[in-house]
């Protein structure tokens, strides 16, 4: 069935180290990327999002580039900060369902 | 432009009883979403309402239901509680542009303890 498979954490790096988080995806049609992050106590925030095939999102320093020949949507940042310790959510959704379809999450901690 | 917001932030009940969570969206936003989200799992679709309609249901028993007011803001309530019913409640509200895209901003959640 449609589903998101995200990279299980925790994941813990230190301060200026490279992140890549993965996702892949199974859904029909042509859905919607997304990827939302989740700080302590709080609710979703939206980080970034690609609507087609080689679309690249962007936001913050974090890049996701949708990738249709391998289902993929895979978070990368090149220097990770102390505040970006968070839980990161890969989601997607498609045109007739309307509603995201959640990974179970990433849990990032770092380090200073 | 204030974001989309929840009441109340945090609610404690006891099984059986009963519990509504309220939503309001962004200005100009005619769709509202609910989500659960258990601890340490992804968020879980619930209902989706555009212009008062429901648009969308996910797999909840009827226990739960929901409704949009003419003003977009919506209701969610929850009947007979269970200890499962714990959990943060997630509200969304989005738009449809031309191009039939539509991106969910979420509210910060109420968080449902049932004991």
């Known amino acids: 069935g449609d589903s998101v498979t995200q990279m299980e954490g925790p994941v813990t790096l230190s301060e200026e180290a490279f992140l890549t988080i993965n996702c892949t995806y199974t859904?029909?049609?042509?859905?919607?990327l997304f990827w939302y992050v989740q700080y302590p106590g709080e609710g979703l925030q939206l980080l970034l999002k690609?609507?087609?095939?080689?679309d690249k999102g962007s936001n913050k320093g974090f890049e996701a580039t949708y990738r249709k020949e391998t289902t993929s949507f895979h978070l990368e940042k090149g220097s990770v900060q102390v505040s970006d310790s968070a839980v990161y959510f890969c989601?997607?959704?498609?045109?007739?369902?309307?509603?995201?379809?959640f990974g179970s999450g990433t849990q990032l901690t770092v380090l200073p | 432009d204030a974001g989309v917001t929840q009441s109340p932030t945090h609610l404690i009940k006891t099984r059986g009883q009963h519990v509504t969570l309220r939503c309001s969206p962004i200005?100009?936003?005619?769709?509202v979403s609910w989500y659960q989200q258990v601890l340490g799992q992804g968020p879980q679709f619930i209902f989706q309402?555009?212009?008062?309609?429901?648009?969308g249901r996910g797999n909840f028993p009827d226990r739960f239901s929901a409704r949009q007011f003419p003003n977009y803001s919506s209701e969610l309530n929850v009947n007979a509680l269970l200890l499962g019913d714990s959990a943060l409640y997630l509200c969304?509200?989005?738009?449809?542009?031309?191009?039939?895209?539509?991106?969910?901003?979420f509210g910060p959640g109420t968080r449902l303890l049932v004991l």
């Open positions: 989601a997607w959704v498609s045109g007739s369902a309307r509603q995201l379809t």
């Open positions: 859904a029909t049609g042509y859905p919607s």
């Open positions: 690609a609507t087609k095939a080689d």
């Open positions: 200005s100009g936003h005619k769709s």
């Open positions: 309402y555009y212009e008062k309609e429901e648009r």
């Open positions: 969304a509200s989005s738009f449809r542009t031309g191009g039939g895209q539509e991106t969910q901003y």
